[in-house]
């Protein structure tokens, strides 16, 4: 028999299905977190310092312990030895500094947001009330703010007892790889020489539904429901940080609306509230406000990006050199020391340079911790050379896509070893960039450009292109084992055939908005020939999906939906066996399609349903089967996979407001085969909106005692439909060679590409004017700024020096206003 | 975001409301249309022992004429202003002004009479309220007073009206005739103004013979650009004349800092979106 399935008639890949998932949530039957209440439960309020940097002298709560209905009040001192550490689970270099990061604040508080007092009452409203009601006295400290002055050797210390602010500097070169050549060797050999340093500004993760943690103690185990997108590490961590033995933790993400890397963490809330849950023996809840999520998750990028590029005059790059600083704010959290690190193995992106150094400075400032946010280190990578790669084509006065297209790895490349280490599966940068060019109109667009630079418009146009690369699938083990992550990178997946024919699909895999109910059963079906409604896909609950590594890093489908084909082709296999003894015949005898096993040459044939029935009633089975129709397959991934697309964006600037719009944005997106490409269609707008809100919108803002001024959506400001342009899409299939489906991932893709695309286009727009650069978001006021100052300098300037080449002497940013 | 406790009332004619606020004295706010007070309160930045609701005040909605005059009730939502055939034809700058409000869903909650009462300078009906001339109508315990627009704002969050007293109508000349233009520039749809410029004239004869310019965001309150609307009297509204007249924006402005805009960045605008709002009213 044959246990590959031959294709239907129309296969479930590749169909937009519309999503299972859809009519219960449009309609408002959801299980978020906060919406449950076992019997008894009191509500959990959290109180947050309001300084960023502190010696706590004393907490005063017998006020709010006498208030109505309240529980229990705690204080990080009463928790101090039980409360444990919160995890990092990416020690980068074996040397790293890690401070103790308690989930409630004990002595001192080193971030403004940072828990100090909890209050349990009968409401959420009493437990509110409670917290006006606890008075904490701070003896200030010195607050350490910038990234750049707090690497300094003498700059105040956020943790006094690490004797730095420096976590770790982690380094890639690529003669000690044995990748390729000496970097220093080739700036020194350069016919063109690029420098440039630029500001990734903080993020914060605008999830929409605000973080939520339940824990109900009543039962045999600890049933824990969170907002989370890793329910299967937090199991673990909460019997690592807490010691309460992992079999006695049930942890459920029920519907969880949205991440973007804001859930994948361990968070002090979830602690907090297992404790306190722990103390009452009694169901606790805590839901936050939006404001506490600006505060207290996690955020992202923040990193400033010092990067020098080599190149021979006509356009080939021969070394890239990157020196970072990121800020990993206060604590150490999940992941948050390895989110640059990801980034080192993506700055080359789909170029071969022949030298490559890059080196990582971690820095702890008394800011809110930072960690993964969509595309986590790959954004940042990704931006910075592909704005390196219009630098150089401004120095050498080519065509930026001619400049990229001297230095991509060509389709007949592949597979390709990477001057960062990684093995290139598959990839065809010209189709996807062919096409893109054909849609976007890239010409027209060009000869408008030049007749609006002509006439002087007060409105210029710009056109920035991103061809991106970016490693998903999240992620062999053995890898990640090399980067020194503190578990691996494999999926599991049981596919169930119930008595009726009917079938369950447990997968590891954790969605909190990505359609994996809807994808995970198009697969299935297709592989076992049931149809797509007969199929339901189990997750996010250690009970029922006990085995899973969760949803992040673009891994779900290329991983975990792997793991679902090969649990599924193990059913196949297995129900031949069943088949053939039904049909008295030989498996080699048997073809199975569309849900059916047929002898060959024969009307004979048994369905896979009746194949369940029999297996249920095990009246009859063949010997050494065992009486069910399950199977169950952990899968880990050979290699990452690698999507990459073309991104352009034709912005237009208001030379007089400095206002920008995007008029219009082509992406083609290559992500290899597609399950569903409406699911896809709404990742890559999502992902758009996010980089787009990056590149013109977002930042979390600080004053100089560190209070974040942007913690509400009144201040940080999240773009909506009525800001972004109509995005034009199409894609090219490349299949990856890694796994069987073809498939890459495609949840962060929109985002790491588009970020640079627009930025690209905002300083060709107004690059004639002597703008080198627009520090992100680039806000109104800083494009007017960067033009204002750049008029004023080249008023003033004398013509420029001979040769090629230039740099930001002052380590500061060329030519671009940082206001 | 859980506000903290208070006693609510829902009073249904403006007699009871003013009786209920003056018994209870400044420890009560005025609920409209909950645009901005409810996150002020579930944000605790206020916390009043009373909250009295006037959504049931059934006269203080609606809009109708008075002879040369149009009244807006307070309680008039965004949305009904925005439909409506005689503030189009007798007030076409508030009628502009409003389409830039926020979101629909705001513009059916929020009111014409809540936006002008909160006196957020970012807020964007103050400006026409106060190029327009507008009368504010309030009524306290001892009867209704009229409160000129030039004097009614009076600082940030801050208008001439007592503790004790509600707005409960705005009384607007008409402008039949002329024509306005609101030139609202932020940095996502749904944010504030960082600046905001609201113009109406009556061009006679291919001349200006009437102008009026408030301005949004540029001080403590909202501003009357006088310097703008005395240097386009009797002027064709041509390029040259809309950009001298523009140069004198930022007269009597004192505007502030914020991460959108710095002081000179903020000027420059409140110039650039002057002559843009003054091109645009003359031509339409």
Known sequence: MTATPVSPSEPELGRARKRKEDARLVTGRTRWTDNMSPPGTVHLAVLRSPVAHARISSIDTSEARRMSGVHAVVTGADIAQRQGSLPCAWPVTEDMKAPDAPSMAVDSVNFAGEAVAMVAARSAAEARDALDAIDVDYEDLDVVLDIESAARDGSPLVHEELGTNRNATWTFDSVEAGTGGDVEQALRDAEVRVDRTFRQQRLIPAFMEPRSVLVDPTGEQYTVWSATQVPHILRTMIAMTLGTPEHKVRVIAPDVGGGFGGKLQVTPEEMLTFLMAEQLGRPVKWTESRSETMISGHHGRDQVQRLSLAARADGTVTGLKVDLLADMGAYLRLVSPGVPILGALMFNSIYKFDAYRFTCTNVFTNKTPTDAYRGAGRPEATFAIERMMDELAAELDMDPMEVRRRNWISHEEFPFDTIAGLTYDSGNYEAATDRAMEMFGYQQLRDEQVQRRQRGDTVQLGIGISTFTEMCGLAPSRVLGSLSYGAGGWEHSQVRVLPTGKVEVVTGTSPHGQSHVTAWSQIVSDRLGVPFEDIEVLHGDTQSSPRGLDTYGSRSLAVGGIAAVQASDKVVDKAGKIAAHMLECSEQDLDFAEGRFAVRGTDKGVGITDVALAAFTAHDLPEGVEPNLDAEASYDPENFSFPHGTHLCAAEVDTETGGVRIRSYVCVDDVGSVVNPLIVEGQVHGGLAQGIAQALYEEAIHDEDGTLTTATFADYLVPSTMDLPEFRTDRTETEATSNPLGVKGVGEAGTIASTPAVVNAVVDAIRHYGVTDVRMPCSPQRVWRALSEARSSSATEAESGGGLGSSDSDGGFATGGDR | ?284
């Open chain 2, 1 to 284: 975001m859980i506000p903290a406790e208070f006693d609510y009332v829902a009073p249904s004619t403006v007699e009871e409301a003013v009786r209920t606020l003056s018994s209870a004295g400044e420890d009560a706010k005025v609920l409209a249309g909950g645009q901005s007070l409810l996150p002020v309160l579930r944000m605790r930045l206020a916390d009043p022992s009373l909250v009295v609701d006037l959504g049931k005040v059934a006269e203080m909605r609606g809009i109708r004429e008075e002879g040369d005059e149009l009244v807006i009730g307070a309680m008039t939502s965004h949305h009904d202003v925005l439909r409506d055939d005689l503030v189009s034809e007798h007030a076409g700058l508030i009628a502009l002004t409003t389409r830039t409000v926020a979101d629909p869903q705001v513009r059916h909650r929020g009111t014409f009479g809540g936006s002008i009462t909160h006196a957020d300078p970012a807020g964007d009906l103050l400006a026409p309220v106060l190029a327009m001339d507008a009368e504010m109508v309030v009524a306290g315990p001892s009867g209704r007073r009229n409160i000129a627009a030039r004097e009614f704002f009076v600082d940030y969050f801050t208008t001439a009206i007592e503790p004790d007293e509600i707005l409960v109508e705005v009384r607007l000349p008409k402008y039949t005739g002329w024509s306005a233009h609101y030139e609202k520039f932020n940095r996502v749809a749904q944010a504030w103004s960082v600046v905001g410029v609201a113009t109406t004239v009556l061009v006679e004869g291919g001349k200006i013979a009437r102008a009026r310019v408030g301005l949004t965001n540029m001080g403590a309150t909202p501003i009357r650009a006088e310097g703008v609307e005395q240097a386009l009297l009797g002027a064709a509204p041509t390029e040259e004349a809309i950009r001298q007249a523009a140069a004198r924006a930022t007269e009597g402005t004192s505007a502030g800092s914020d991460a959108n805009a710095d002081v000179d960045y903020r000027e420059h605008l409140a110039e650039v979106l002057t002559g843009r709002a003054l091109a645009t009213a003359a031509s339409s």
